[in-house]
């Protein structure tokens, strides 16, 4: 059984004689036998290549005893117009729309220029292939950037909907692994930064109170770790008379208990009275804007400071200094109230070989007091 392939050149087609003539642009069709009829039927395309793949596959089928009026496999094309349908029909936002179509758009291309039709022929190994061209951003250390697995997620959700639709006999991009992918790495403030910071406080021209209460407030996110929401909010009755402070992180829902130095500790207790419950609050204070207002005037000492800052390197100098000093990463995940170890090594891995080298120095420094083995 064959199906050939044949050209319909339109009248404007030089070619018009020649019914095997390949490269011009007129449509395609195919020619075969069935049931003792010669039946001709578009292969709907202009391409001869992609009728002569078609034909191939209707070759198959026939001889399979499916009948040749049976839908064709999905093509890529129409797999990828028909999820973003269904992507689309979903309610989401427009805006979530556009990695799924521009990540089809790549998809579709690296396809044509691979030549792959149908959707059920692009394999595990195709994708792999295509992944490896990939150039999503990298990070200074050579590991990958969090894009990478993000957009293999939109990519992969087309080939879960078309298994999960029957257009595919498998989910081949389930068939791969994900990216193992690092988040930028934290960057801490250094000891001089901090005392700059400090220093600038007075400068920018606050009432007294106000500078008070921001230097307290900088004390505490460098000495506690806590996050700007928690450290905003943090109670008078959250800080015992042992200088601990007990905290419930909004974010992870989890209990934070952290002691304090005991001059962080008497600066909080300074502090004016303004609110009767919460250490940085005043009469009028909301507590939805109340970390917008402490960004706002952190913001204010950075630009003073001439130091490039965010409320969170606070945290990270906290975290850091714990992982330099040789705390357990265990530990400082508790500390800084994380939900899992992998979210702190996700952020903070960098800051671990440092520790390891401190370590051994340590270890090195230890063996000048012993006698070694020759
Ligand atoms: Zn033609």
Not at 292 to 312: P, Q
Not at 344 to 368: C, D, F, G, M, N
Request: glycine share 4%; net charge positive.
């Amino acid at each position: 059984m064959t199906v050939l392939v044949y050209t319909r050149h339109s009248i404007t087609c030089t070619k018009q004689d020649d019914r095997n003539w390949r490269r011009c642009d007129c449509p395609k069709w195919h020619e075969y036998m069935h049931n003792g009829h010669q039946v001709r039927k578009t292969a709907k395309t202009r391409s001869w290549e992609t009728a002569s793949k078609k034909a191939r596959e209707l070759e198959t089928r026939i001889e399979a005893g499916e009948s040749p009026e049976k839908a064709a496999p999905i093509t890529v094309k129409d797999a990828i117009t028909k999820y973003l349908e269904a992507k689309a029909a979903e309610g989401l936002q427009p805006t979530s729309l556009v990695k799924p179509r521009g990540m089809m758009a790549r998809l579709q291309a690296w396809c044509d220029s691979k030549k792959l039709v149908y959707l059920r022929d692009v394999k595990a190994d195709h994708l792999h292939d295509w992944r490896n061209s990939w150039e999503f951003g990298k990070n200074p250390d050579g590991t990958l950037s969090p894009s990478w697995k993000i957009h293999w997620a939109v990519a992969k959700s087309l080939f879960t909907h078309g298994y999960r639709l029957g257009w595919v006999p498998t989910n081949e991009a389930d068939k791969l692994k994900g990216f193992k992918t690092r988040s930028r790495q934290v960057q801490p403030f250094t000891k001089d930064q901090m005392s700059t910071i400090l220093a600038a406080v007075p400068k920018c021209e606050w009432t007294s109170d106000t500078s008070q209460r921001i230097r307290a407030f900088i004390l505490l996110m460098r000495w506690s770790g806590l996050a700007i929401r928690d450290a905003s909010c943090l109670k008078r009755t959250a800080l015992d008379d042992k200088n601990r402070i007990h905290t419930h992180r909004a974010k992870t829902k989890t209990d934070v208990f952290v002691p304090l130095p005991e001059s962080v500790a008497d600066a909080l207790r300074a502090l004016p009275k303004a609110h009767a419950e919460y250490f940085f609050w005043d009469a009028e204070t909301k507590s939805a804007t109340i970390p917008v207002e402490y960004r706002r005037l952190l913001d204010k000492v950075f630009e003073t400071a001439g130091v490039e800052g965010t409320s969170h390197r606070f945290r990270h100098t906290f975290a850091c200094e714990m992982l330099i000093a040789g705390m357990p990463l265990e530990t400082v995940s508790k500390l800084l109230g994380h939900k899992s170890i992998a979210v702190t090594e996700k952020h903070y891995a960098a800051w671990v070989p440092e520790r390891q080298i401190k370590l051994e120095t340590a270890v090195k420094s230890a063996w000048q007091t012993m006698e070694l083995p020759r």
